[in-house]
Nanobody
């Protein structure tokens, strides 16, 4: 059983910063990728940032230069540092763990609201 627990969401003013964390626990073996996605009501879930099994970083164009994704392999934890936040960044942010060839796992989501 694999569990993902996210934290760090909240309400922030435009231009502000937040840091999200996602800790994975359970039977985690083999090559894996971890990343962040977000979703707003009525729209599809979209990729924000991911770290591939080879350690490559991939960002959505909309967050490049503002968001930074990092991973602590020893703790099976992934982080998303979000700077210069905009109202359009408002969404529920989800953590995803992809164990290559095995399965995908999702966190419960954490709300990020950017509003003045």
């Amino acid at each position: 059983q694999v569990q993902l627990v996210e934290s760090g969401g909240g309400v922030v003013q435009p231009g502000g910063s937040l840091r999200l964390s996602c800790a994975a626990s359970g039977s985690i073996f083999g090559r894996r990728a971890m990343g962040w996605y977000r979703q707003v009501p009525g729209k599809q879930r979209e990729l924000v940032a991911t770290i591939t099994s080879d350690g490559a970083l991939i960002y959505a164009d909309s967050v490049k230069g503002r968001f930074s994704c990092s991973r602590d392999n020893a703790k099976n934890t992934i982080y998303l540092q979000m700077n210069s936040l905009k109202p359009e960044d408002t969404a529920v942010y989800y953590c995803k763990l992809n164990i290559i060839g095995i399965n995908d796992y999702w966190g419960q989501g954490t709300q990020v609201t950017v509003s003045s």
